[in-house]
C-alpha cells in the first residue's frame, strides 16, 4: 500500500491533455513537503519531469507542468504525444515515516 | 555531471544476505546530499529503501529497518547496501541514488537486477 495514492491509468489521444493526481496526507504533501513527479520507461532509470511541485529540468517540455493544493499534487501534460506513454511516480518527504514515499504510479496510455 | 553506478551478485539464495556497492564519480560523497537507495520489484512501482548522510543521519524505510545496513567508504567515494535474510519478494532492480529532503532523486545509478532464487 503506497503512501501517495495515484490513479491506476489514465489515456488520451495524441494532442489532448491528461492529468495525473497524486494525493498524500498532513504527514507528507499537506506538511509542506515538495512533490516531484517521474517518468519511468522499461529497462532506464526514472526520470525526473518535474521537480518542487512545479519546476521542470532543463530538457523536459514545457508540455509538463505541476501543480500542488493542500495535501495533494497533480501532473499535467498538455499535446499528448506517443513518446509520453509510460509510467508516472509522484514522490514526496513523510515525517512521521522520517523518510521517502512514492506514489502508486499511473500508465499514461496515448491511444 | 555526477553519475552513480551499482556493483553486486544478480542472484542471492533464499535466507542470505544481498550486498550491493555503488561508485560514485563525478562528486565527493562528503557533499550535502543524502545518498541512498531505491528498489523497483518487476511490475511494481518504486520503493525507498535507505539514505545516508555522510557524517550524520542515516534514514530507513520502517518496513526494511530490520535486514537494512548502509555504510560508506569515502576512500574509495562508494556506499553500500546489505540487506539480510531475503526472499523472492527481496527480487528486484536496485538503485542508488542522490537526494535531499527537498529535492528529487536525481541522479539515478543504471539499476542492477538482484534476484532472490535458489
Known amino acids: 500500500q503506497s503512501v501517495l495514492t495515484q490513479p491506476p491509468s489514465v489515456s488520451g489521444a495524441p494532442g489532448q491533455r491528461v492529468t495525473i493526481s497524486c494525493t498524500g496526507s498532513s504527514s507528507n504533501i499537506g506538511a509542506n513537503y515538495d512533490v516531484h513527479w517521474y517518468q519511468s520507461l522499461p529497462g532506464t532509470a526514472p526520470r525526473v519531469v518535474v521537480y518542487r511541485n512545479n519546476n521542470r529540468p532543463s530538457g523536459v517540455p514545457a508540455r509538463f507542468s505541476g501543480s500542488k493544493s493542500g495535501s495533494s499534487a497533480s501532473l499535467a501534460i498538455t499535446g499528448l504525444q506517443a513518446d509520453d506513454e509510460a509510467d508516472y511516480y509522484c514522490q514526496s518527504f513523510d515525517r512521521s515515516l522520517s523518510g521517502w514515499v512514492f506514489g502508486s504510479g499511473t500508465k499514461v496510455t496515448v491511444l | 555531471q555526477v553519475q552513480l553506478q551499482e556493483s553486486g551478485p544478480g542472484l542471492v539464495k533464499p535466507s542470505e544476505t544481498l550486498s550491493l556497492k555503488c561508485t560514485v564519480s563525478?562528486?565527493?560523497?562528503?557533499?550535502?546530499?543524502?545518498w541512498g537507495w531505491v528498489r523497483q520489484p518487476p511490475g511494481r512501482g518504486p520503493e525507498w529503501i535507505v539514505s545516508?548522510?555522510?557524517?550524520?543521519?542515516?534514514y530507513y524505510n520502517p518496513s526494511l529497518r530490520s535486514r537494512v545496513t548502509m555504510s560508506v567508504d569515502t576512500s574509495k567515494n562508494q556506499f553500500s547496501l546489505t540487506l539480510t535474510s531475503v526472499s523472492a519478494a527481496d527480487t528486484a532492480v536496485y538503485s542508488c541514488?542522490?537526494?535531499?529532503?527537498?529535492?528529487?532523486?536525481?541522479?539515478w545509478g543504471q539499476g542492477t537486477l538482484v534476484t532472490v532464487s535458489s
Open positions: 563525478g562528486s565527493s560523497i562528503n557533499t550535502n546530499y543524502f
Open positions: 541514488v542522490r537526494g535531499t529532503i527537498f529535492d528529487p532523486f536525481d541522479p
Open positions: 545516508l548522510f555522510h557524517g550524520g543521519s542515516t
